[in-house]
Antibody
Framework: EVQLVESGGGLVQPGSSLKLSCVASGFTFSNYGMNWIRQAPKKGLEWIALIYYDSSNKYYADSVKGRFTISRDNSKNTLYLEMNSLRSEDTAMYYC???????????WGQGVMVTVSS | DIVLTQSPALAVSLGQRATISCKTNQNVDYYGNSYMHWYQQKPGQQPKLLIYLASNLASGIPARFSGRGSGTDFTLTIDPVEADDTATYYCQQSRNLPWTFGGGTKLELK
């Protein structure tokens, strides 16, 4: 059974940093691209970052480019999102999601909440 | 960026057909495939993939769900609608980065 379990969220002040993790199981993690997707309270879904299976390519939404960094450790089956210079508009549920060749997200984690507030 | 437009809400009766539309401002077809996907999200849960590449049913999804369309116009159909289908439905394109989602359509029962 595929499982994606996020952790590392919480309440932080504007301008601070946070690092999210997503531990994967039930599939060969090193064979698949992985993503972070977020959802602000009562809002829709926003894709924010993609990392290829071998970390050879990384892509970001303009809203987080230069502030967030996606990375992975295939030896630990773990995906990361390092978030710097956090803003109130970064407040959201953050999901990690496995991607397949067509660019759809076939498995999602349960999400981790990040709240940026003073 | 490719913009996806969905109607905010739809109300249907149990046992009837629900048709949810998604329109894009750019063609999402490429080499014979339409890079459009559909998700269901229930309150407090993560989204679930229903349809990939416009018309392919994801694993474990009942055949009541179907998708069609090409180019810039796509639809998700649920027929017949069951009580458990009340949720918000999102379309998503993967033709170009940044990958983008529609605003979601909330399906309610009459």
């Amino acid at each position: 059974e595929v499982q994606l379990v996020e952790s590392g969220g919480g309440l932080v002040q504007p301008g601070s940093s946070l690092k999210l993790s997503c531990v994967a199981s039930g599939f060969t993690f090193s064979n698949y691209g992985m993503n972070w997707i977020r959802q602000a309270p009562k809002k829709g879904l926003e894709w924010i970052a993609l990392i290829y299976y071998d970390s050879s390519n990384k892509y970001y939404a303009d809203s987080v480019k230069g502030r967030f960094t996606i990375s992975r450790d295939n030896s630990k089956n773990t995906l990361y999102l390092e978030m710097n210079s956090l803003r109130s508009e970064d407040t959201a549920m953050y999901y990690c999601a496995k991607t397949v060749e067509a660019g759809s997200f076939d498995y999602w984690g349960q999400g981790v909440m990040v709240t940026v507030s003073s | 960026d490719i913009v996806l437009t969905q109607s905010p809400a739809l109300a249907v009766s149990l046992g009837q057909r629900a048709t949810i539309s998604c329109k894009t401002n750019q063609n999402v077809d490429y080499y014979g495939n339409s890079y459009m996907h559909w998700y269901q999200q229930k309150p407090g849960q993560q989204p679930k993939l229903l349809i990939y590449l416009a018309s392919n049913l994801a694993s474990g999804i009942p055949a009541r769900f179907s998708g069609r369309g090409s180019g810039t116009d796509f639809t998700l159909t649920i027929d017949p609608v069951e009580a458990d289908d009340t949720a918000t439905y999102y379309c998503q394109q993967s033709r170009n980065l940044p990958w983008t989602f529609g605003g979601g359509t909330k399906l309610e029962l009459k």
